[in-house]
């Protein structure tokens, strides 16, 4: 059974930063996609990050680049987004999710066939 576990999350001032990990049972990092999506209340899930697990290039939407950081250590099967200079709007649930499609960037919830239980982040102003 795969099983993804974030944490994490926090209460933070704006400014801050957050580290956020998501630890893999079950899977093996081989060459899948991995993410970090995030929603917050009343909106729907965007995505925020990714990245192969095998290397390689990175994504992130608009909002986070130059701010947020995606790595992966394949020997501890985790994952983690460092978050640098949060703002308020950055406050969400923010969830890791794995595609077993590799060749991305995947942005659509859909194309994801693992995910975490979510941690929560909240940037106070």
């Known amino acids: 059974e795969v099983q993804l576990v974030e944490s994490g999350g926090y209460l933070v001032q704006a400014g801050g930063s957050l580290r956020l990990s998501c630890a893999a049972s079950?899977?093996?990092?081989?060459?899948?996609?991995i993410a970090w999506f995030r929603q917050a209340r009343g909106k729907e899930r965007e995505g925020v990050s990714c990245?192969?697990?095998?290397?390689?290039?990175?994504y992130y939407t608009d909002s986070v680049k130059g701010r947020f950081t995606i790595s992966s250590d394949n020997a501890k099967n985790t994952v983690y987004l460092q978050m640098n200079s949060l703002k308020p709007e950055d406050t969400a649930v923010y969830y890791c999710?794995?595609?077993?499609?590799?060749?991305?960037?995947?942005?659509?919830?859909?194309?994801?066939?693992?995910w975490g239980q979510g941690t929560q982040v909240i940037v106070s102003s």
């Open positions: 999710a794995v595609s077993r499609k590799a060749g991305g960037p995947f942005w659509w919830p859909y194309e994801y066939d693992y």
């Open positions: 990245t192969s697990t095998s290397g390689g290039s990175t």
């Open positions: 079950g899977i093996t990092f081989d060459d899948y996609t």
